[in-house]
């Protein structure tokens, strides 16, 4: 990873960032709308586990194109899928790609709203399974294939619908000394975007829950 997509991040204190996460948790149901308008992060895993991991992305950002296919789904059998984390996306646009960083965020968040959480990560993986292809007739395929309504969602990203999301989740990763992406977080801590490495980070924050 370099600095230009990934890399320089700080330590950050665990009582901060797991306010934020606080704020996050008392969103209310994935897939519905904030009092302030906004969709709450998207979550595998357990929601109320004990350990919370976080990663900040950039749909256009080849490093987490690879993060996400790879790195992902080895950490999915191990700790989501078992409860033993909540893991948590957030968008962080660099961007890497104006305006397609901003409208696949959008996109990604409009089938969040549509199907809840398991329908954003299915169109999560989908995009960057797409990157190379990312565009208005991408963004309705997959809406699309889906069983979304792909007209929608292209409208969605097209006009930049759920940009305060967007801008709300980059804001918050900027205080936290996010500066490329894939940037993860493990309750507080910003550990290296690899499974060794956040792996490692999960099995310290469960033996001091």
């Not at 700080?10 to 209310?28: E, F, H, N, P, Q």
């Not at 586990?49 to 996400?68: G, I, K, L, N």
């Amino acid at each position: 990873m370099n600095r230009g997509h990934g890399a320089a991040q700080r330590t950050t204190s665990r009582r901060a960032m797991l306010a934020g996460v606080a704020a996050t948790a008392a969103a209310g149901v994935a897939g519905c709308l904030q009092d302030n308008g906004r969709l709450p992060a998207p979550v595998r895993g357990d929601p109320d586990a004990d350990v919370t991991v976080m990663a900040f992305e950039d749909f256009a950002c080849p490093h987490c194109r690879d993060y996400s296919l790879s790195v992902v789904p080895e950490l999915a059998e191990e700790y989501f899928e078992p409860g033993v984390v909540r893991y948590e996306f957030h968008d962080f646009p660099i961007p890497v790609a104006d305006p397609l960083s901003w409208q696949a965020a959008c996109a990604a968040r409009e089938a969040q709203k549509r199907g809840g959480d398991g329908t954003f990560w299915e169109y999560e993986r989908l995009l960057f399974r797409n990157q190379s292809e990312l565009g208005p007739p991408t963004f309705e395929a997959i809406g699309n294939e889906l069983d979304l309504d792909g007209d929608a969602v292209r409208e969605a990203a097209v006009e930049e619908a759920h940009r305060d999301t967007v801008e709300a989740d980059r804001v918050m990763g900027q205080n936290e000394g996010v500066e490329g992406t894939p940037a993860v977080f493990v309750d507080g801590k910003a550990v290296e975007p690899t499974a060794d490495a956040i792996g490692s980070a999960i099995e310290d924050a469960r033996s001091q829950s």
